[in-house]
């Protein structure tokens, strides 16, 4: 069965961290982009992060940048999101998804694969 699943979510304080992982089964991650997607209450899903098939770069919402980190270690067949100083509007289900084409594809909403989501709770 091919899918992705995600964990690491959870309840966290201002500032604090956590680490999603998007793990893969049925197939490599290695010849895919891998997205990192959101979605809070009453709001559209946004994409926040991504990390290229092609080279490996990353992408960054800018409400993320210099706080968020994705990483990949192909040999786990796992995407990572690390997210630091967090804040209260980063609330949100955070999921995974994987295409075969570049980040500007995934981003759009476009993936073959997508995982069930995460839940991430910001709040003192």
């Known amino acids: 069965q091919l899918q992705l699943v995600e964990s690491g979510g959870g309840l966290v304080q201002p500032g604090g961290s956590l680490r999603l992982s998007c793990v893969a089964s049925?197939?490599?991650?290695?010849?895919?982009?891998i997205g990192w997607f959101r979605q809070a209450p009453g709001k559209e899903r946004e994409g926040v992060s991504c990390?290229?098939?092609?080279?490996?770069?990353?992408y960054y919402v800018d409400s993320v940048k210099g706080r968020f980190i994705v990483s990949r270690d192909n040999a786990k067949n796992t995407v990572y999101l690390q997210m630091n100083s967090l804040k209260a509007e980063d609330t949100a289900v955070y999921s995974c998804?994987?295409?075969?084409?570049?980040?500007?594809?995934?981003?759009?909403?476009?993936?073959?694969?997508w995982g069930q989501g995460t839940q991430v709770t910001v709040s003192s």
């Open positions: 998804a994987a295409d075969r084409l570049g980040c500007g594809v995934v981003l759009t909403g476009v993936a073959d694969y």
């Open positions: 990390i290229s098939v092609s080279n490996g770069s990353p």
């Open positions: 049925g197939f490599t991650m290695d010849y895919y982009s």
